[in-house]
């Protein structure tokens, strides 16, 4: 199986702040990496594919970038909006594996 | 609206079966493979299992915590995703959430649904 591993498991930032979470296979997924934000309480929500593509709907101030083994998603203007967990996913081969998740808390 | 409900959570005994249902709308339904995934209280997420659609036999992939205790199926007559469980266990409890894999493969998971609550407890 394809170990997930994020870092860091939880981040303090400010409003305004750039964040970056990184997210490392254990095998080589090529681009196959998805990330999601989840709010307590509620479902995930699709924010990036492909590892660098952004879904619909989703803000600029979100972006992804890596291939092979190392992956990172970045917001760039962090917003009271986005304090929530964010997971990694790799969808390259089964069993599909999620990371262990980062929660951005409010510094 | 693109939209998925799920249903059928509850309280089991250890050692029972519960069945789940995840009623889909807004789209077609058939042409997309349909994903289970729980997330146990204070956990992250963990993927349960898929359903491929018809022009792939509607075949099937499962995580190893699951093998040969759940099964997941599908209705295309009725936009129906279907996760029975038997075998219940204590680490089973969990929210469970069906997700559409977008169109696409390989591909993630586009569309999920408010999930459903499962307690396995005596």
């Known amino acids: 199986d394809i170990q997930m591993t994020q870092s860091p498991s939880t981040l303090s930032a400010s409003v305004g702040d750039r964040v970056t979470i990184t997210c490392r296979a254990s095998?080589?997924?090529?681009?196959?990496l998805a990330w999601y934000q989840q709010k307590p309480g509620k479902a995930p929500n699709l924010l990036i594919y492909?590892?660098?593509t952004l879904e619909s709907g989703v803000p600029s101030r979100f972006s992804g970038s890596g291939s092979g083994t190392e992956f990172t998603l970045t917001i760039s203007s962090l917003q009271p909006d986005d304090f929530a967990t964010y997971y990694c996913?790799?969808?390259?081969?089964?069993?599909?594996?999620f990371g262990g998740g980062t929660k951005v808390e409010i510094k | 609206e693109v939209q998925l409900v799920e249903s059928g959570g509850g309280l089991v005994q250890p050692g029972g079966s519960l069945r789940l249902s995840c009623a889909a709308s807004?789209?077609?339904?058939?042409?997309?493979?349909m994903d289970w995934v729980r997330q146990a209280p204070g956990k992250g997420l963990e993927w349960v299992g898929r359903?491929?659609?018809?022009?792939?036999?509607?075949?099937?992939e499962y995580a190893a915590s699951v093998k040969g205790r759940f099964t997941v199926s599908r209705d295309d007559s009725k936009n129906s995703l279907y996760l029975q469980m038997n075998s219940l266990k204590t680490e089973d409890t969990a929210v469970y959430y069906c997700?559409?894999?977008?169109?696409?493969?390989?591909?993630?998971?586009?569309?999920w649904g408010k999930g459903t609550t499962v307690t396995v407890s005596s």
């Open positions: 359903t491929r659609k018809k022009v792939n036999s509607y075949t099937t």
């Open positions: 492909k590892a660098s």
């Open positions: 997700a559409r894999v977008s169109v696409v493969v390989p591909a993630a998971m586009d569309v």
């Open positions: 095998q080589s997924i090529t681009s196959w």
């Open positions: 807004g789209f077609t339904f058939s042409e997309h493979y």
């Open positions: 996913q790799q969808y390259n081969s089964y069993p599909l594996t």
